[in-house]
């Protein structure tokens, strides 16, 4: 059946070689042209992201969502993969309000639509998660064997990769934070009047620190303090 009316258009590459070549692009746009079929259709905005699956933070993918809704039209991506592998974020992108097809599946519709559409994203989840794992054990194998993993290798990163990685750290910090406040509030009311006292009783706790190893000193604690909101 041939699709009808206005939509938005959201594609997704990971790497900006691709966003500047076209590739990926076009097979993008070729799998929606397919979906749509012929019909009276007109595409009213196409949007580029050029990021990977595993970000949350997609600008170009909040203007898509606000063009669907001023148009009053469904945005339509080519793949389930492009938008996302995250369920958590496929839950807030299902709670738009706005009507998402994709091309790679049959029209999404009703709890039953929404519920198949989650199970999908939790398998592609799930399916990144080994990845991740599968990679992990390969490099822990390489060090035991006595490879080098890292290191300076004659580059040095750029100053935008620093900072945004700063910036990433950063964020970690402060949700670690925004995570202990309570726990810290709790022992300070319970009687741990000092850093050093709040590191012990986190210690106790088996509470991990922000690196995941080793144990909580004074200046950790002065550390996550000083990130505390409010």
């Not at 993008?28 to 580029?48: C, H, K, M, P, T």
Request: glycine share 10%; net charge positive.
């Amino acid at each position: 059946m041939a699709n009808t009316g206005g939509f938005v258009c959201y594609y997704r590459v990971s790497t900006k070689g691709q966003g500047r070549s076209g590739l990926g692009l076009e097979a993008q746009r070729a799998a929606v042209a397919q979906y749509l079929n012929g019909g009276d259709w007109r595409i009213v905005s196409e949007f580029v992201e050029v990021e990977t699956a595993k970000r949350a933070d997609r600008p170009e993918l909040d203007k898509a969502l606000a063009a669907a809704r001023v148009h009053r039209c469904p945005l339509i991506v080519s793949k389930v993969d492009r938008l996302t592998r995250s369920s958590s974020f496929l839950n807030r992108l299902l709670d738009a309000n706005v009507d998402v097809r994709f091309a790679d599946l049959p029209v999404i519709e009703g709890a039953t639509g929404r519920f198949l559409l989650q199970q999908m994203v939790a398998v592609a989840e799930l399916e990144a998660g080994m990845i991740s794992a599968r990679t992990k054990a390969a490099l822990a194998q390489a060090k035991r064997r006595g490879k080098q993993l890292g290191g300076n290798r004659g580059t040095r990163p750029s100053r935008k990769a620093a900072l945004k990685g700063a910036a990433a750290t950063g964020e970690r910090a402060a949700k670690l934070a925004a995570d202990l406040k309570p726990i810290i509030e709790e022992l300070q009311a319970n009687g741990a009047a000092t850093l050093a006292a709040i590191a012990a009783k986190l210690n106790e706790r088996g509470i991990p620190t922000a690196r995941g190893n080793g144990a909580w000193t004074a200046t950790q604690v002065l550390r996550v303090k000083q990130r505390l909101p409010g």
